[in-house]
């Protein structure tokens, strides 16, 4: 006769064994409990969160599945508009540079300098001895191998804004004297934090002799500024971008009469922090697959040999758009979105490990079909990094919220948006989004849970 499970006898077999084995045996056993509890403990405070409560009840004494649906019907544009403000930044861009998916960048700097101490140590026995100008650099972007002409112009008139928001604009100019300061065939070396110029004596005299005598320049920030209003910088040839800091500085030296004294003083005048400046930028993208993309208007990735592009420096942003995904909600039950990812790959061939880096971070934004800003969704960072086959390297962005709205039908017009994080300094780097391969390519990829 068969007796129900429940009442069937429970048989407990043991191994006689020797009593220091057994005490032995029961350490272990002993051991292995206490082990166990510890790990319940542990588990039930990790899983003791707010994920699990938003998760609704499944009943799975019926059938309980979970399906992953994969949408490949995702289309990009690419956004340009034709200003930016320059003059926040901490830091100036300098450089001469032509990519063939960004373009030609033309960067140059316009800054004036600050007079922080009138203690020069210049009396009317000091001799001047040489000037210079120390353009320190922070970093750099593409090669750094080719000479390139480095010009220095005086301006010829003071910083002014020229606008009630005390900000300088991308596209505005200043005159300057018609011949340059001096120019001079450089290298910018990684290894070396900075370019040294000499400048021609004639500059530095007239200078020097200001900070002699009755006049006393150097004793006001404003009187030197008006005699002195600052320097443009230009790059002629094939150059890096580079980042030009604020502590750049012209150097004078000088020294007593030579029967009294041969050490060389040093008297520094740096831009500083709270001198007026900003980067002048122009972008021709001629040649490149965005040629003939107009400004504030989207240019879908199918008229730009199906690629976008999110770049600081050309002003661009991407657009991206799911397609319908009203049907995933035409369904006879409940369930529930888990998860929903998108995955973006970066075009193969436009970027590389050292010289041209990829971008690896931007803010994620949703918006209207207008493309007017809505809510800040999150900052997606490079997920994986492919530097061999440039295959692998892609941003997986979680947007389960939109994709609620998307399927919804509540916001079928929204998109979304990817612009370059805005940093205290100029992000060199760009993004170029473009199809590598079936097995990396664009797509959405969500989790749902069916509910009963």
Same mark, same amino acid.
């Given at each position: 006769?068969?007796?129900?499970?429940?009442?069937?006898?429970?048989?407990?077999?043991?191994?006689?064994?020797?009593?220091?084995?057994?005490?032995?045996?029961?350490?272990?056993?002993?051991?292995?409990?206490?082990?166990?509890?510890?790990?319940?403990?542990?588990?039930?405070?990790?899983?003791?969160?707010?994920?699990?409560?938003?998760?609704?009840?499944?009943?799975?004494?019926?059938?309980?599945?979970?399906?992953?649906?994969?949408?490949?019907?995702?289309?990009?544009?690419?956004?340009?508009?034709? %200003?930016?403000?320059?003059?926040?930044?901490?830091?100036?861009?300098?450089?001469?540079?032509?990519?063939?998916?960004?373009?030609?960048?033309?960067?140059?700097?316009?800054?004036?300098?600050?007079?922080?101490?009138?203690?020069?140590?210049?009396?009317?026995?000091?001799?001047?001895?040489?000037?210079?100008?120390?353009?320190?650099?922070?970093?750099?972007?593409?090669?750094?191998?080719?000479?390139?002409?480095?010009?220095?112009?005086?301006?010829?008139?003071?910083?002014?804004?020229?606008?009630?928001?005390?900000?300088?604009?991308?596209?505005?100019? &200043?005159?300057?004297?018609?011949?340059?300061?001096?120019?001079?065939?450089?290298?910018?070396?990684?290894?070396?934090?900075?370019?040294?110029?000499?400048?021609?004596?004639? &500059?530095?005299?007239?200078?020097?002799?200001?900070?002699?005598?009755?006049?006393?320049?150097?004793?006001?920030?404003?009187?030197?500024?008006?005699?002195?209003?600052?320097?443009? =910088?230009?790059?002629?040839?094939?150059?890096?971008?580079?980042?030009?800091?604020?502590? %750049?500085?012209?150097?004078?030296?000088?020294?007593?009469?030579?029967?009294?004294?041969?050490?060389?003083?040093?008297?520094?005048?740096?831009?500083?922090?709270?001198?007026?400046?900003?980067?002048?930028?122009?972008?021709?993208?001629?040649?490149?697959? &965005?040629?003939?993309?107009?400004?504030?208007?989207?240019?879908?990735?199918?008229? %730009?040999?199906?690629?976008?592009?999110?770049?600081?420096?050309?002003?661009?942003?991407?657009?991206?758009?799911?397609?319908?995904?009203?049907? =995933?909600?035409?369904?006879?039950?409940?369930?529930?979105?888990?998860?929903?990812?998108?995955?973006?790959?970066?075009?193969?061939?436009?970027?590389?490990?050292?010289?041209?880096?990829?971008?690896?971070?931007?803010?994620?934004?949703?918006?209207?079909?207008?493309?007017?800003?809505?809510?800040?969704?999150?900052?997606?960072?490079?997920?994986? &990094?492919?530097?061999?086959?440039?295959?692998?390297?892609?941003?997986?962005?979680?947007?389960?919220?939109?994709?609620?709205?998307?399927?919804?039908?509540?916001?079928?017009?929204?998109?979304?948006?990817?612009?370059?994080?805005?940093?205290?300094?100029?992000?060199?780097?760009?993004?170029?989004?473009?199809?590598?391969?079936?097995?990396?390519?664009?797509?959405?990829?969500?989790?749902?849970?069916? =509910?009963?």
């Amino acid at each position: 006769m068969d007796i129900p499970l429940e009442n069937r006898p429970v048989v407990l077999l043991f191994n006689l064994v020797p009593l220091e084995s057994y005490r032995f045996e029961t350490k272990n056993i002993m051991k292995s409990i206490i082990t166990f509890c510890l790990l319940v403990l542990i588990l039930s405070s990790c899983y003791e969160n707010s994920f699990l409560e938003e998760i609704p009840e499944v009943d799975l004494e019926d059938d309980f599945f979970i399906s992953k649906v994969e949408s490949t019907d995702i289309t990009y544009s690419s956004y340009f508009q034709d %200003s930016m403000v320059t003059s926040t930044k901490e830091t100036f861009l300098l450089g001469n540079n032509t990519n063939e998916y960004r373009g030609t960048v033309r960067a140059r700097p316009y800054f004036e300098f600050e007079i922080t101490t009138s203690n020069t140590g210049i009396d009317d026995e000091t001799v001047l001895d040489s000037i210079v100008f120390v353009l320190k650099i922070d970093g750099s972007h593409f090669d750094t191998l080719p000479e390139f002409d480095l010009t220095i112009y005086q301006l010829a008139q003071r910083l002014e804004y020229q606008n009630d928001d005390e900000v300088f604009y991308d596209f505005e100019t &200043f005159p300057t004297y018609a011949s340059p300061l001096v120019t001079k065939k450089v290298q910018y070396m990684p290894s070396q934090d900075s370019i040294r110029i000499t400048l021609p004596m004639e &500059f530095g005299s007239l200078l020097f002799e200001k900070a002699k005598g009755s006049e006393k320049l150097f004793e006001s920030n404003e009187d030197f500024l008006d005699f002195f209003p600052g320097f443009m =910088l230009e790059v002629s040839g094939q150059s890096p971008l580079m980042l030009v800091s604020k502590e %750049s500085y012209i150097s004078i030296y000088h020294k007593a009469p030579l029967e009294l004294i041969e050490e060389d003083e040093e008297y520094k005048i740096s831009i500083g922090d709270y001198a007026l400046g900003y980067t002048h930028i122009e972008v021709d993208r001629s040649g490149t697959p &965005f040629s003939a993309a107009p400004n504030y208007v989207q240019s879908p990735a199918t008229e %730009s040999q199906s690629l976008a592009i999110a770049d600081e420096l050309g002003n661009s942003a991407i657009r991206i758009d799911l397609g319908d995904l009203t049907y =995933l909600g035409d369904v006879p039950y409940d369930y529930y979105i888990s998860e929903a990812n998108i995955y973006i790959p970066v075009k193969r061939g436009t970027y590389d490990r050292k010289l041209n880096t990829p971008l690896t971070q931007f803010d994620v934004y949703v918006i209207d079909k207008n493309n007017n800003t809505k809510s800040y969704l999150s900052q997606a960072t490079l997920t994986s &990094f492919d530097d061999i086959f440039q295959e692998a390297t892609y941003f997986k962005i979680p947007i389960s919220a939109f994709v609620k709205s998307q399927i919804s039908g509540s916001r079928q017009t929204d998109g979304l948006w990817l612009e370059v994080t805005a940093g205290t300094s100029f992000n060199m780097g760009y993004l170029i989004v473009g199809e590598n391969s079936t097995q990396y390519k664009s797509k959405l990829e969500i989790t749902i849970i069916p =509910l009963n």
